[in-house]
């Protein structure tokens, strides 16, 4: 007996980016998109009440960052694969996710094959790396030659990617509740 398809949840702004995935994984027997969701409080409240086996999260959606939605999810699901798909290059925001809780990160302009070796891979309990981010793990082992964005703290992180996103400092303050100094 075949057990039943890995369940795939997408959180994606983008309804055309969603399609295109389902298409994709369509064509897999043993992975199935089975929800979608196109704003961080959907996908949290769908990823509490609903079993699935891993989340492919986008970075940007238009009412959360992607590393806001990982520290929100962790608590009440810190075994479940997290897969980032973001526009960004992965030399800006990976490393920073990865230690944030992801389990893997991989671009928009993967090959369609990528993305489905990416979801097996963390459906195996292991992490997904492209090659260039073991090249940049690489280096730093060899000496701290990472750009300098990676050297903040994960608060530090999230207020630089709600700066990046056009966010003013008043409305990062009524997001994150640091004072405006700290901000």
Same mark, same amino acid.
Request: glycine share 8%; net charge negative; hydrophobic share 40%.
């Given at each position: =007996?075949?057990?039943?398809?890995?369940?795939?949840?997408?959180?994606?702004?983008?309804?055309?980016?969603?399609?295109?995935?389902?298409?994709?994984?369509?064509?897999?027997?043993?992975?199935?998109?089975?929800?979608?969701?196109?704003?961080?409080?959907?996908?949290?409240?769908?990823?509490?009440?609903?079993?699935?086996?891993?989340?492919?999260?986008?970075?940007?959606?238009?009412?959360?960052?992607?590393?806001?939605?990982?520290?929100?999810?962790?608590?009440?699901?810190?075994?479940?694969?997290?897969?980032?798909?973001? =526009?960004?290059?992965?030399?800006?925001?990976?490393?920073?996710?990865?230690?944030?809780?992801?389990?893997?990160y991989i671009t928009k302009d993967a090959v369609p094959q990528q993305v489905v070796q990416a979801?097996?891979?963390?459906?195996?309990?292991?992490?997904?790396?492209?090659?260039?981010?073991?090249? =940049?793990?690489?280096?730093?082992?060899?000496?701290?030659?990472?750009?300098?964005?990676?050297?903040?703290?994960?608060?530090?992180?999230?207020?630089?990617?709600?700066?990046?996103?056009?966010?003013?400092?008043?409305?990062?303050?009524?997001?994150?509740?640091?004072?405006?100094?700290?901000?």
């Amino acid at each position: =007996m075949i057990g039943s398809p890995s369940r795939v949840f997408v959180a994606d702004d983008h309804a055309l980016f969603r399609e295109g995935v389902k298409s994709l994984l369509a064509e897999e027997s043993d992975i199935v998109v089975a929800g979608e969701a196109g704003s961080a409080k959907e996908t949290l409240q769908r990823i509490r009440n609903e079993p699935f086996d891993i989340l492919l999260l986008d970075i940007s959606l238009p009412d959360g960052s992607g590393i806001d939605l990982l520290h929100q999810i962790r608590p009440h699901r810190p075994d479940l694969p997290i897969l980032i798909l973001s =526009m960004h290059s992965e030399e800006q925001y990976a490393v920073s996710l990865l230690r944030a809780g992801a389990n893997g990160y991989i671009t928009k302009d993967a090959v369609p094959q990528q993305v489905v070796q990416a979801i097996r891979t963390l459906l195996q309990g292991r992490k997904y790396i492209s090659q260039a981010v073991a090249h =940049m793990l690489a280096e730093d082992v060899n000496g701290d030659r990472r750009p300098s964005h990676e050297h903040l703290s994960e608060r530090e992180f999230q207020v630089f990617c709600k700066l990046a996103a056009g966010r003013s400092v008043g409305q990062i303050v009524g997001e994150l509740f640091p004072s405006h100094k700290t901000v």
